[in-house]
């Protein structure tokens, strides 16, 4: 719930439960209202991944923690609106569409429930409790196993009906790597994801001789010239797409998480390629404060403080 001025009131004093379901584990945490995390429990996500036995294991994890909460919010990988959840990955999380997530969820623990995307709840932590305080206009990139994004805009944070809120990493981007339809003069186009995430790297990486994503980074850090051209354009691509939002939306800062985004050689990359924009369409690039904390503080805060839980119960 919101004031005339835009800023967000606490709806709750009593810890808020938060819950991360992610492809490889599940967390369930109790985070105190001004972010803080005050205890953590952590489960594997069974396999194969079907709504009903991952919902299982997520209450069984939580329900330790329930009692002492006054709203339980999610952050979930897959498209998010309204509470319900659709796979974006079918082969990870098979059978998943359509589920009403947080209405299974805040029935099951007797807690109002609110369900965010993953990257969305890491967004709106961030913007709250970590990177993103200060301004209105923000935006949070996780580059990592794909390229993930939220977007708060006005100190809100920006949800569509279908979903489909901040998928940064599925705009379109010359395409060398990954799969692309051929666009007359253009070229081939696909998606962002497919040519700057980690998985992309690891890919690149093991064309030129490296083990691995982590060690294609590690050698471009070194100074190695073949790993710096490849991470190089991938740190341009994201640039590009983050002009591309100040542009568009006005976003003045973008901070960076994930695994591939955390790293400062990474980030330098996209730095020096967004200094060849116009000033005006060069946001603050920093990275993000909170770590793998990102998504459950960001989820207990948005159930507690946006009245979102009640809505979805």
């Given amino acids: 719930m919101s004031d005339q001025s835009g800023s967000v009131r606490s709806l709750t004093v009593s810890p808020l439960l938060a819950l991360d379901i992610g492809g490889t584990g599940l967390r369930a945490a109790l985070v105190a209202a001004d972010g803080r995390v005050l205890e953590r429990l952590e489960a594997r996500t069974p396999r194969p991944a079907t709504p009903d036995a991952v919902l299982g294991a997520v209450i069984e994890l939580a329900v330790p923690l329930a009692g002492q909460a006054g709203a339980v919010g999610v952050a979930c990988a897959g498209a998010v609106a309204g509470g319900r959840v659709t796979a974006t990955a079918a082969h990870t999380f098979p059978g998943w569409t359509d589920v009403p997530l947080a209405e299974r969820l805040g029935v099951a623990l007797g807690l109002p429930c609110a369900a965010l995307n ?56 010359p395409a060398a790597w990954g799969p692309g339809a051929q666009v007359p003069e253009l070229g081939r186009l696909g998606p962002l994801e497919f040519e700057s995430s980690g998985t992309a790297l690891g890919a690149q990486a093991a064309a030129l001789g490296f083990a691995d994503a982590r060690a294609l980074c590690d050698a471009a850090d070194a100074g190695d010239a073949r790993a710096l051209e490849v991470t190089g354009r991938a740190a341009a691509l994201l640039a590009w797409k983050c002009a591309d939002v ?24 996209v730095r020096a390629a967004l200094a060849a924009f116009p000033e005006r369409y060069r946001p603050e690039l920093v990275h993000a404060a909170l770590g793998a904390d990102a998504g459950l503080i960001g989820a207990a805060l948005w159930a507690g403080a946006s009245g979102e839980g009640a809505a979805q119960r």
């Fill in 118 to 173: 993953d990257a969305r709840a890491a967004a709106w932590g961030e913007a709250r409790a970590g990177a993103g305080r200060g301004v209105s206009e923000f935006m949070f990139v996780t580059v990592s196993t794909g390229v993930g994004a939220g977007l708060v805009l006005g100190g809100q944070l920006h949800l569509a009906g279908n979903g489909l809120d901040a998928e940064l990493g599925f705009v379109s981007v």
């Fill in 246 to 269: 100040a542009a568009l939306l006005g976003v003045t800062r973008v901070a960076f998480g994930g695994s591939v985004g955390l790293r400062a050689g990474f980030l330098g990359q």
